[in-house]
């Protein structure tokens, strides 16, 4: 059983400011655990979540979201690392592989009998009552959807705009 350190510290109070909606606040505890110890995949993968599901989106970055996903994993391969992982990927518009990673989260953690070393310090609150991996990876879907929508307006209202302003004339 791992006694508690300071990245511990770091990692339990990021996770309170968590569930108070302070994500900026969490994610600055979150790197300095990683500071304090490159290879605490707990601190790494709760990051990455944050980056890849922030509700603001000046928080979100999905393209450091995957790396750091893609960290956790290399070192602890569990349902949870991949789950985090789904969603980065999901975030950055990358949908195959989000649910490929999101279908092997849920086969992981099956296989293991819903164990997924769990038992760690607060066991990832965010996806436990948080939102759905599904309805992130939806949502994520539709939102890149409507903004590919939204640039195809603008493109074809900009052809018939002399002025390129949108604007009729």
């Known amino acids: 059983q791992r006694k508690p350190n300071s990245s511990d ?53 999905g393209t450091r979201a995957v790396k750091l996903a893609r960290q956790a994993v290399k070192i602890k ?14 975030a950055t518009g990358q ?28 066991a990832a609150p965010h996806l436990h009552g948080g939102p759905d991996l599904a309805v992130a990876v939806d949502q994520e879907q539709q939102a890149h959807h409507d903004e590919a929508q939204n640039r195809e307006t603008l493109r074809h209202d900009d052809q018939g705009d002399p002025g390129g302003c949108g604007k009729e004339i």
């Not at 505890?29 to 500071?35: L, R, S, V, W």
């Not at 849920?106 to 038992?119: K, N």
């Open 95 to 122: 949908f195959e592989e989000a649910v490929s990673e999101q279908q092997r989260a849920l086969e992981m953690l099956e296989s293991a009998g819903g164990a997924d070393d769990a038992d760690h310090v607060g």
């Open 77 to 90: 391969d569990i349902s949870h690392n991949r789950a985090v992982l789904a969603a980065a990927l999901a």
């Open 9 to 61: 510290i770091y990692l339990r109070r990021a996770r309170i400011q968590l569930r108070r909606d302070r994500y900026r606040e969490a994610a600055r505890d979150f790197e300095t655990a990683i500071e304090i110890d490159n290879s605490f995949y707990w601190a790494i993968s709760d990051l990455a979540w944050i980056l890849a599901t922030a509700p603001d989106a000046g928080q979100r970055n």
